[in-house]
């Protein structure tokens, strides 16, 4: 059974950092894609940040300079460092692990509240 946890969410003030981590229970973490998405209240899931197997990156136009994902195959996990948080990132935070090579190989964890507020 593939598990997904997200770890490292709370509550900071405009400006404030946190670093979500997020682990998946695989043996094969290496290939895996691995995207963080964001769900505020009233509004559609988005994409925030994603990392290929190599390491490519790509992310969502309003957190470019301000968010940074990482990975860390020896650990299983990746990270999204969040700096210069502002109030509309205010959302309950998803990491998803999927495995290109195999299409049913898709995951999503539980999900972690970031609230940004003074």
């Known amino acids: 059974q593939v598990q997904v946890v997200e770890s490292g969410g709370g509550a900071v003030q405009p400006g404030g950092s946190l670093r979500l981590s997020c682990s998946a229970s695989?043996?094969?973490?290496?290939?895996?894609?691995l995207g963080w998405y964001r769900q505020a209240p009233g509004k559609q899931r988005e994409l925030v940040a994603h990392?290929?197997?190599?390491?490519?990156?790509l992310y969502l136009d309003s957190v470019k300079g301000r968010f940074t994902i990482t990975r860390d195959n020896a650990k299983n996990t990746v990270y999204l460092q969040m700096n210069s948080l502002k109030p509309e990132d205010t959302a309950v935070y998803y990491c998803n692990a999927n495995n290109p090579a195999i299409p049913t190989m898709n995951r999503w964890g539980q999900g972690t509240q970031v609230t940004v507020s003074s």
């Open positions: 990392i290929t197997s190599d390491s490519t990156t």
């Open positions: 695989v043996s094969d973490f290496s290939s895996f894609a």
